[in-house]
Every structure is written in structure tokens, then in C-alpha cells.
């Protein structure tokens, strides 16, 4: 209860929290599909990343970075939180590593959209699969481990699908000729 200016208390009109509160309960929230909660959470205090499981709470598509560049105009991942936000509106992390070490963004969406996702120049991540997430607060590069993007903002508030369909679509569409096949 807030107290209002004559002293008496009023109920509270609306909760805010901080950047580092929501990232905190996202935290909690991904480790919901952790094998070992104890384990990934200590493997984020101590490498920054840790293995999710995570076809019970959310699924996640690896879209090559030379397909969000060519969507967004920007080269850098560094330089494409602007344009994916805008774009998605939902958690995305950068893995260096992925597509033979050319990279990719991987997206966060909701589980029923494994059911269905056939989207080309895309990468479905297996379902009970294990993936390599980068702990909450791991916001910028290091080395070659992933990092976030754009950060999951709070528990469950996953990228729509049809976001991330439009986009690798429109990325498709200018890195591939018209009527070419992506190698």
C-alpha cells in the first residue's frame, strides 16, 4: 500500500520493477527447463551459460545471421537490437558458434509453435533437445559464447511467431536470387 497525502494508505495503482527484477524472474522462470535447477543455475554464476530443455515452456529457431542481416540492413549483431526489436518484440541471443561458426539468432517462441513452425532459411531446434542459453544478465560479446540480444523482459514473454516468420522471410527473400537456393 502506498500512503496517499493526507497520510491515509491507498491501494497501489501499479507495480513497477526494474530491468534487473524482470531478468531475474526471466531467470527463474528458464531454469523452470533446466534438467538440474541447482546445476544451471551455478553453471550461469560460473560460465555464464547453461543447457535448457526447452520444449515444455517455450521453443526456440535458429535463423542464420546472414538471414536477420540481410532482413535488417545491419552486419553486426551488435548493431541489430534496434531493428529486431522493433521487428520481434521477444527474446533473441546471439550464438557465434552455430551454422559452422557463421552464426545465428536464436529465438525464443512459445512451445505450440514447434507443432507447427516450416519456415525455410530457418532451424526448428529439436524438441527435448538441449541448448546452450546465456545466463539472463550476459547482455554483450564475450569471445564466442552466446549472449542476448534482445533479453527475455519477463517470465513467458516469448517472440510471436508470425514475427519471426515475417522477418526470415523477408531475409530470405534478399539474400537468396529469385528463384536460387540458399546453399
Known amino acids: 500500500m502506498d500512503v496517499d497525502t493526507e497520510g491515509q494508505e491507498a491501494p497501489l495503482t501499479g507495480a513497477l520493477t526494474t530491468r534487473s527484477e524482470r531478468r531475474l524472474a526471466s531467470g527463474h522462470w528458464l531454469l523452470a527447463a533446466a534438467p538440474s535447477v541447482s ?23 535458429l535463423v542464420p545471421a546472414s538471414i536477420v542481416h540481410a532482413a535488417t540492413g545491419v552486419d553486426s549483431p551488435e548493431e541489430c537490437a534496434p531493428a529486431l526489436q522493433e521487428a520481434l518484440d521477444g527474446p533473441v541471443f546471439y550464438d557465434p558458434g552455430a551454422f559452422r561458426a557463421d552464426g545465428a539468432y536464436v529465438v525464443l517462441l512459445p512451445a505450440s509453435a514447434a507443432t507447427i513452425w516450416n519456415v525455410p532459411s530457418t532451424t526448428l531446434h529439436a524438441p527435448r533437445a538441449l541448448l546452450l542459453v546465456p545466463a ?3 547482455c554483450e560479446p564475450v569471445g564466442d559464447r552466446p549472449w542476448w540480444v534482445l533479453p527475455l523482459e519477463g517470465p513467458g514473454e516469448l517472440c510471436p511467431p508470425a514475427l519471426l516468420a515475417s522477418l526470415a522471410c523477408l531475409g530470405r527473400r534478399r539474400f537468396v536470387p529469385s528463384g536460387g537456393e540458399l546453399e
Do not use: C, H
Open 136 to 138: 539472463p544478465d550476459r
Open 39 to 61: 546445476a544451471a543455475n551455478a553453471a550461469w554464476k560460473e560460465t555464464g551459460e547453461t543447457w535448457l530443455q526447452p520444449s515444455p515452456l517455450f521453443t526456440a529457431v
